[in-house]
């Protein structure tokens, strides 16, 4: 069973980014993987507090092995000033070079209020996920005007948000399935 990790994109409190984990996650069960939720707001930001590049610090390298022990990832992304959250940036700055990304298949969902759907926040993060050598997964879902279309128990207003978000969770375990074996388990933790 392949293990596919969800990522939620900020450490905002009260997070649409975690509702949307919450709401995929028995749906990537359901297309047959194994998953956990993991949220940027366990990132042990206050251990890396002035700027410890290249040290060995235990509590990140525990939070990056949770997030990196998987087959596949889905980061779920909100839109902040036209980009991602910086707590993003701050792990991948953090995260072991050149290997952890590497062959990685990483799926994007991104939310936002406005109408976009965070799709420049998307991009600039595969922008990103792509330089540290992912396998970046084609199929991409933008959830536009987050607060009022999407409700936890009700999924979404617009159904066709609801079909491209099933379409990709469904290909995205197939994708991790024929990708399998390529990526080194445990690459550069
Ligand atoms: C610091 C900050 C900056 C934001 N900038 C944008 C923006 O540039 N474009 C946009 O559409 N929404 C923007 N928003 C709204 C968020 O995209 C929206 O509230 C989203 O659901 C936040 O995700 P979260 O609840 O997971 O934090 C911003 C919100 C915050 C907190």
Known sequence: MN?????????????????????????LKGYGAQSEIISMRDFPVKDVAGGRYGESISSVEEYNKRVLDCDGLIMIIPEYNGGFPGILKLFIDYLPFPKAFEKLPIAFIGEASGSFGALRAVEQMQMICNYRNAYLFPERVFIQR????????????????????????????????????????????
Do not use: C, H, W
Not at 3 to 27: C, H, M, Q, V
Not at 167 to 177: E, I, W
């Open 3 to 27: 293990k596919i990790k969800i990522l939620s994109g900020t450490d905002r409190p009260d997070s649409n980014a975690l509702k949307i984990a919450e709401y995929i996650f028995p749906k």
């Open 146 to 189: 987050v607060g009022k279309q999407f409700s936890p128990t009700e999924g979404f207003e617009d159904k066709m948000t609801e079909e491209l978000l099933e379409s990709l969770l469904k290909n995205f375990v197939a994708f991790t399935d024929r990708n399998k074996g390529v990526r080194e388990r445990g690459a550069g933790l």
